[in-house]
């Protein structure tokens, strides 16, 4: 049994800056592949960030130059620094490990965005 425990959302002013962080405990190997994941209300989730063994990193074109995703693998968390935040940035963010061969989600954070 794994548990991921996301923490960091909030509001913020557009141009402002949020580091989520998502804490992985129970049953785990390894935290990668890492990712993090959003959905807007009335959109479907989509792919924000995606990290594997700290090599391979993909960005969704809406989030690049501004998103960074990392990890502590002694903490077993990961993290998705934002900066130059924008209104279309507003979801829920959810992060995504895979571990023993099945994938985890966290319970989701709220980001809200104002113009």
């Known amino acids: 049994q794994v548990q991921l425990v996301e923490a960091g959302g909030g509001l913020v002013q557009a141009g402002g800056s949020l580091r989520l962080s998502c804490t992985a405990s129970?049953?785990?190997?390894?935290?990668?592949?890492m990712g993090w994941y959003r959905q807007a209300p009335g959109k479907q989730r989509e792919l924000v960030a995606h990290?594997?063994?700290?090599?391979?990193?993909m960005y969704a074109d809406s989030v690049k130059g501004r998103f960074t995703i990392s990890g502590d693998t002694v903490k077993n968390t990961v993290y998705l620094q934002m900066n130059s935040l924008k209104p279309e940035d507003t979801a829920v963010y959810y992060c995504?490990?895979?571990?023993?061969?099945?994938?985890?989600w966290g319970q989701g954070t709220q980001v809200t965005v104002s113009s």
């Open positions: 995504s490990i895979v571990t023993r061969g099945l994938t985890y």
């Open positions: 129970g049953n785990i190997f390894s935290i990668n592949p």
């Open positions: 990290n594997t063994s700290g090599v391979t990193t």
